[in-house]
């Protein structure tokens, strides 16, 4: 027989990424510790530590980008930044004062945000929950202005009230010499809840609240955003009507409107367009000044020499005068001169410019002029999300997020969420 005079082998353990890369090409079949997946670094299969982030979309309009294991960040559209409150994409704007209120969880989730005294809410969202979101309503106690949001059975997402805030003005009315404010709230609950605000008032904004929002019709949540703003008629009113089905006597939906005043001729033209509608104080009567209404002095003489000008009318009391000033301008004692429109600050989302007799308003991005004021553009009216997402009206801005039942994937696009599948094909 043949005696074998090869020397016995020994077999050394290489390290494990050694091993893998001379074994393995790829991640598959390549099984990882748990917290751990496969990826190619550097041509070669590695477990690297498991990123979930990003599972659930919090950035709405923007891009989750994952941070570690568990944390992430969004890369938000212009318009908007990342808001490490909240935890989503907010619009940026620097006219009014934000307010965060607590996160809450649980069966009857209750956030607010107050503002400060002396100011009022003008926007009042929630961010958080949606789908267990019971919308927010807008309080008033003592002075202080309160954005309420509530959720039912928000037990996997918190939910957070978002408040802005702007101060709140005192002024006499014109019409009736009453003390009216700036910013005006009206509401309305019921089966079919409808609000309007007064004569003289812009609505600047429309809020939805019920604790039975798991009954809402469809046309209704149609016209409710993910944020619980709900959209405007074409009037400027705001209406949900039949907004819950398998309607009970017990069940309602709440409106709140946020009224904001117009200033000048605008504010006449609306609230007492006429002298009929006028209530002078004592010593005083109505006129029509440049077809609008003014309360003046009844002092007759002193208008032998007119010092009013082109720009008043000269009203004697004896050796004495009085000039009724055209709009746009008031009597200084001794005649006509012009009236500074913009310390009222009419322009709100934008800034004003004084003129003779009037002012001008450049409107910031995302505002149009209206009734002599920036107001916020819907651009949801000009449908900018696609067919598988909601879109939401903010301030300055808008959010494309998506429907109920969809998520958005690795592509940026919503597509059905696990154990749903698209019916539309």
């Not at 990424?17 to 990826?39: H, L, R």
């Not at 900018?384 to 592509?411: A, Q």
Request: aromatic fraction near 6%; include cysteine.
């Amino acid at each position: 027989s043949r005696v074998s005079t090869q020397s016995t082998g020994v077999c050394r353990l290489i390290d494990a990424d050694s091993y893998a890369a001379a074994n393995c090409a790829t991640c598959d079949g390549y099984i990882c510790d748990e917290g751990y997946e496969c990826e190619m670094v550097d041509s070669a299969p590695t477990c690297v530590e498991t990123q979930t982030g990003c599972d659930v979309d919090k950035c709405g309009d923007g891009e989750c980008v994952a941070v570690g294991a568990e944390g992430y960040t969004c890369n938000c559209n212009d318009g908007l930044e990342f808001n490490e409150v909240v935890g989503s994409c907010m619009p940026v704007h620097s006219r009014y004062e934000t307010v965060y209120g607590e996160e809450a969880l649980g069966d009857d989730a209750h956030s607010y945000a107050a503002c400060g005294l002396g100011q009022k809410v003008v926007r009042c969202h929630t961010f958080g929950a949606p789908s267990a979101a019971d919308g927010v309503t807008i309080t008033t106690s003592d002075g202080i202005s309160r954005c309420e949001a509530r959720a039912s059975h928000s037990n996997l997402h918190p939910v957070r009230a978002v408040a802005y805030c702007a101060e709140n003005h005192v002024y006499t009315d014109p019409c009736t010499q009453n003390d009216i404010n700036n910013i005006e709230y009206r509401y309305n609950a019921g089966a079919s809840p409808h609000v309007t605000c007064p004569a003289g008032y812009l609505m600047e904004s429309c809020i939805f609240h019920s604790p039975w929002t798991q009954d809402i019709s469809d046309s209704s949540r149609s016209k409710i955003n993910s944020i619980g703003s709900v959209d405007m008629n074409d009037d400027g009113s705001c209406t949900l009507s039949d907004c819950l089905v398998n309607q009970h006597a017990h069940m309602w939906c709440k409106l709140t409107a946020v009224c904001k005043k117009l200033t000048g001729a605008e504010y006449l033209q609306a609230a007492c367009p006429t002298c009929d509608s006028v209530r002078c104080g004592d010593g005083m009567e109505c006129q029509m000044i440049d077809d609008l209404p003014e309360c003046v002095e009844r002092i007759p003489g002193g208008c032998e020499v007119d010092n009013c000008g082109d720009n008043g009318v000269c009203v004697e009391d004896g050796p004495n005068y009085e000039c009724v000033c055209s709009q746009g301008y008031h009597f200084d004692g001794e005649t006509c001169v012009d009236v500074d429109e913009c310390r009222e600050d009419p322009c709100g989302n934008g800034d004003c410019v004084n003129s003779v007799g009037s002012y001008t308003c450049e409107c910031d991005d995302g505002y149009e002029l209206v009734h002599g004021t920036c107001e916020d553009i819907n651009e949801c009216l000009d449908s900018p999300c696609s067919d598988t997402e909601r879109c939401s009206n903010v301030e300055g801005s808008y959010i494309c997020d998506c429907l109920d039942t969809f998520v958005r994937d690795s592509s940026n696009e919503c597509v059905c969420a696990d154990g749903f599948e698209n019916q539309d094909g």
